[in-house]
């Protein structure tokens, strides 16, 4: 095997699924035909029995095709798109998508309309644009590469892409997305690794979703990345009946430390359309928050996010610790709901801290 090659042997009908469990799965068919399936042989392997938070993330279901709502480009990326494939949201920092390919797809996914799609495959010269886009903009210190998942590319592609992001004298840092140390743990390569670590600094996100995708193989995959000077960082997306309890989540942070992941984000659900059925309230997110804060390592700690619909970007959100902004004083409650005091300093508030009717985001203006 070609050291930067891993072979791909992944599960993309549902047909192996009813083989493999015993289920009928010839519904989803037609679901897979609209939104692909594929599942690594590892990621199918930490199922444990039919509609289990793994199974769930995995698994196509009918609620993709019958659950109203949601739009297929919530976070109306297509809009801030100076050049295909390109998003161009924030002031310093710019977001690349290199590759549409997974190593597994996942049901809840907020780019359904793209990833998979063999008609949508990102070319060669469709990256370079990108890189010559970011050369030609010197408000960009940060680049994220994105997808799908830029670990589907080969390292020879990889080092291609980032030397010549690294030609570019303005650009700080460079931020990886990926999966697939979660998903093809083995792709991750002492090859792979010495090809990453010529580009420091260097980033990289990690999406983990649930406890038991932490195991053997995906920490040897971040260990790896740590030790090539990697610093590590989880995104996590709150699921109905995959995540959505204190417990669990609870146990997902603390083993991501154990592994050398900080978590990083933990988003809210995209209104995406065919994800309808993962969505959960805003307050489950805020509930697992309020019990995570001072409970455990504020390393453990994520920033909850809603990444708003219409393009606003994220906005972070915490529960509420102060009871009480005084001109004297602070009141805030603690982690086990014990009100302190704290004396504040005469003077004016550098920041007056008040509820303002912002300007409506264009989103709603239209
Ligand atoms: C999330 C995101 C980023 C990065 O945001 P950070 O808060 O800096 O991690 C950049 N661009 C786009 C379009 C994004 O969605
Ligand atoms: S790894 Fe990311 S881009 Fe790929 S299917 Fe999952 S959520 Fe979508």
């Known amino acids: 095997m070609a050291e930067d090659s891993i072979r791909l042997v992944p599960i993309t009908k549902p047909a192996q699924i009813s083989r493999r469990f015993h ?28 509609d289990d938070p793994i199974w769930r993330q995995c698994i196509p279901s009918v609620d993709e095709l019958s659950g109203a709502g949601g739009t297929e480009d919530p976070l109306a990326e297509e809009r801030d798109c100076p050049v295909p494939w390109m998003v161009h949201r924030y002031p310093d920092r710019v977001l690349m998508r290199v590759s549409n390919q997974c190593a597994t797809y996942c049901r809840f996914c907020t780019r359904k309309r793209e990833v998979g799609d063999v008609r949508k495959f990102v070319s060669q010269n469709a990256i370079m644009r990108q890189i010559e886009y970011i050369r ?94 990697i610093p590590l960082g989880s995104q996590t997306v709150l699921l109905k009946n995959v995540n959505d309890s204190p417990k669990v989540m609870r146990e997902l942070v603390q083993k991501l430390l154990r592994i050398r992941v900080k978590p990083y984000y933990l988003f809210q659900m995209d209104d995406v359309t065919g994800g309808q059925h993962f969505k959960t309230r805003v307050e489950t997110g805020l509930a697992i928050l309020k019990e995570i804060i001072g409970h455990t390592s504020g390393l453990a700690v994520p920033h909850f996010v809603v990444d708003t619909p219409g393009g606003g970007g994220k906005v972070p959100i915490l529960p509420n610790f102060i009871e009480e902004l005084g001109r004297d004083k602070i009141v805030l409650r603690n982690y086990q709901d014990l009100k302190f005091e704290y004396s504040q300093p005469s003077g004016k508030a550098p920041i007056p801290i008040q509820v303002t009717t912002g300007k409506i985001g264009r989103h709603l203006a239209n």
């Open 23 to 50: 289920v009928d799965a010839s519904r989803l068919e037609a679901v897979a035909q609209k939104y692909p399936m594929r599942i690594t042989e590892h990621y199918l392997s930490l199922i444990e029995e039919p």
């Open 136 to 229: 030609a903009h010197p408000e960009v210190r940060d680049v994220i590469l994105s997808g799908g998942d830029p670990l589907m590319l080969s390292d020879r592609m990889l080092d291609t892409i980032l030397s010549g992001l690294r030609s570019i004298p303005h650009l700080e840092i460079i931020r990886i997305g990926t999966r697939i140390p979660c998903t093809l743990p083995e792709r991750v390569t002492e090859n792979l690794c010495r090809t990453l670590k010529r580009y420091h600094p260097l980033y990289m996100n990690i999406h983990f979703n649930h406890p038991r995708e932490i195991n053997d193989a995906s920490a040897r995959a971040c260990g790896l990345l740590a030790d090539a000077g």
